[in-house]
Nanobody, 121 residues
């Protein structure tokens, strides 16, 4: 089970940190990813990390602004979001899979419920 938190309303240029807490003792074996979905749009890849955190991937739209990290001791993955833009407004989802990290939502079988991020201009 994955539970996201940390979403909210922020002005453009501001920052938020999302957290995704996982239950279970095998979290360190799972690749994790963050995806987002704006109203009327498909679920898009944001960032992903390998089980160890040694390999990290970002969507071009967030490179240099967002940072994904994980603390396997706490069974938690984070998404630090800086320099937020109105186009970052979406529901953000955390996901996990038992194989290598990918940027494809359909590859992930475990999902959180999502947390809303709204960036005002």
């Amino acid at each position: 089970q994955l539970v996201e938190s940390g979403g909210g309303l922020v002005q453009a240029g501001g920052s938020l940190r999302l957290s995704c807490a996982a239950s279970g003792r095998t979290f360190s074996s799972y690749a994790t990813g963050w995806f987002r979905q704006a109203p009327g749009k498909e679920r898009d890849f944001v960032a992903a990390t390998s089980p160890s955190g040694g390999r990290i991937y970002y969507a071009d739209s967030v490179k240099g602004r967002f940072t994904i990290s994980r603390d396997n001791a706490k069974n938690t993955v984070y998404l630090q979001m800086n320099s937020l833009k109105p186009e970052d407004t979406a529901v953000y989802y955390c996901a996990a899979r038992g194989l290598a990290a990918t940027a494809t939502a359909n590859d992930y079988k475990i999902w959180g419920q999502g947390t809303q991020v709204t960036v005002s201009s």
